[in-house]
């Protein structure tokens, strides 16, 4: 190896690691107020705080690829005393490609949904004597209640994660 634990090479990219996890997902872990924000103000002033939020996910979800990317270099880097048969570096990977690839497969074709519901509702124009709420109304309270599950559920698996990178458990196993 090209580093030990206690080098300043290491040092670095564990600066970087822990960085680019404060950006990535401290960017998505408070999504939940925007959306809030989002359906309290409606029309088009909502849908732009949408999109906004729907920037910062994307733009988050980089980071968060680099805290992988920068943690795996870790294990690379501490001249094995850190190995990818810890349980907690294994564990850890195992929930991280699970949630990433949960994000791909559910959660982001779901936000583009509720962003084209949105886009439908403000250009939508009622027929005349309609009442009642528009037809994208129900759809996009079913999409929004997944989205909730699906947000709730990767900010667990968040958690099971830095539990992991604090308690270490297995290490040297």
């Not at 408070?30 to 705080?49: C, K, N, P, T």
């Not at 559910?106 to 709420?133: I, T």
């Not at 209640?145 to 830095?162: C, D, E, K, P």
Request: proline share 4%; hydrophobic share 55%.
């Amino acid at each position: 190896m090209f580093a030990a634990v206690s080098d300043t090479a290491y040092d670095i990219v564990l600066v970087l690691h822990i960085l680019c996890a404060i950006i990535g997902f401290g960017g998505v872990a408070l999504a939940g107020i925007y959306d809030q924000q989002s359906r309290a103000r409606g029309g088009s002033e909502g849908f732009a705080i949408f999109q906004a939020n729907l920037l910062v996910t994307r733009v988050a979800s980089y980071f968060i690829y680099a805290v992988f990317l920068l943690g795996i270099l870790l294990v690379l880097l501490s001249d094995d005393v850190i190995g990818f048969g810890d349980t907690w570096i294994w564990l850890a990977i195992v929930i991280f490609v699970a949630a990433v690839g949960a994000v791909h497969a559910l959660l982001f074709p779901r936000l583009k949904r509720v962003e084209g519901l949105l886009a439908g509702l403000l250009s939508a124009v009622p027929p005349a004597g309609a009442g009642g709420p528009p037809p994208q109304g129900a759809e996009l309270a079913r999409v929004g209640r997944q989205v909730g599950i699906i947000s709730t559920a990767l900010n667990l698996a968040t958690l099971v994660i830095l539990i992991l990178m604090v308690t270490k458990p297995g290490i040297g196993g």
